[in-house]
Structures are given as C-alpha cells and as structure tokens.
C-alpha cells in the first residue's frame, strides 16, 4: 500500500512539474513576443509649442519639415560665436553630436577655441535658405558669413554649410558639419 501512495504522490509531483514548465516555456515565448513588438513597432513623438505648426516625429525616419527646423537651429548655434560664448558655443554643439562622431568633433572645435582665445573675432551668419535631404540626413544652409574684428564688420562672403546627420529612434544627432567647397574646373 504504501509503494502505490508514493506512486501517486510522485506521479502528481511529476504532473505539477510538467505544468509548471510548460507555463515557463509559454511566459518564455510571450516575453520574446512582447520585446519583439516593442522593438519593432515605431514610436512618435508630437512638437508643438515652439515650431510654427504641429510637427510629428516617428522612429521610421526624419521628416524634411523636422530636419529643416533642426537645420536651422543647429547653424544658428554652430555658424554664431563671439570670444565671451565659445563655451557656450563648444558645449552645445558637443551636446547635439552623435557619441561616435563627438571626439573628433570635440577636437576641432576645441582647434577653433585655441585660435580665436584672446581675440575679439566675431562670426554670425544670415541664413538665405536651407535644403535638406531626409534619405541621406544631410542638409545645407547658404548664407552671408560676417566676420566682425572689435567693432568693425571686416569680411561679409556667402558660403555654403552642410550638415550631416544620424537618425537612430527619434533622435536626431550631428556627424559633421563644413564648408562646401566647390571644385574648381580644370583650365581655370
């Protein structure tokens, strides 16, 4: 009798434990399921109060409207410094950059600081437009570059920036920014 009472009580333990993992097999597979859909599915994010219109961001790409207005604030901060806020002006940028680009940024702009320490060389630009490409993420700026040495506007030439970008979620990061040069033709 009691070879059959332990039977029964090793085959109801044996009966739990084949339940109990097969719920662990299925809890297993529903958090696969859910981590997949969370990582899968896009995100968004509404913009308001300091745009001109409602502007909607979404992990499945950048739109031309959201990578002008970020365009356009970014050359304000990058292409605008004078001697008191190049500080000001090495941290934002350092800031708004993607991680793997910020080093090598951080060591230009740090270039720029070195030369203009003691000086009172001011640089502003005004903007004349903007164009941007969401597929590559880049985007130019044209603009008349002042150049102002104390009180005096020494230099006014019209160039073009470009800004390159990296899109990963819905943050937008800067790789690099630069004059475009234009290739001069060959006999010229």
């Not at 745009?51 to 409207?65: D, F, I, R, Y």
């Not at 190049?86 to 350092?94: A, F, R, S």
């Not at 270039?111 to 880049?138: C, H, M, N, Y």
């Not at 150049?147 to 160039?159: L, Q």
Request: proline letters at 3%; a negative charge.
């Amino acid at each position: 009798m009691d070879i059959s009472l332990a039977h029964e009580a090793s085959q109801r333990t044996l009966k739990q434990r084949n339940l109990l993992a097969l719920i662990c097999i299925v809890l297993g597979i529903l958090v696969v399921v859910m981590f997949t859909a969370a990582s899968t599915r896009d995100r968004e994010v509404i913009l308001q109060p300091i745009l001109p219109s409602e502007m909607a961001l979404s992990s499945s790409g950048v739109t031309p409207e959201y990578l002008e207005a970020v365009t356009r604030d970014t050359a304000q901060l990058a292409l605008n410094r004078s001697p008191e806020t190049m500080q000001y002006w090495l941290d934002g940028i350092v800031k708004i950059a993607a991680p793997e680009a910020r080093g090598a940024l951080k060591a230009d702009l740090m270039k720029i600081v070195g030369e203009q320490e003691g000086s009172q060389v001011t640089q502003f630009v005004t903007i004349d437009w903007i164009r941007t490409d969401p597929d590559a993420l880049t985007s130019q700026v044209g603009g008349v570059l002042h150049t102002i040495v104390g009180s005096r506007d020494v230099r006014r030439e019209h160039k073009i920036f470009q800004f390159n970008w990296k899109y990963t979620g819905v943050s937008l990061r800067l790789k690099g920014f630069g004059v475009v040069v234009k290739k001069e033709e060959d006999g010229e």
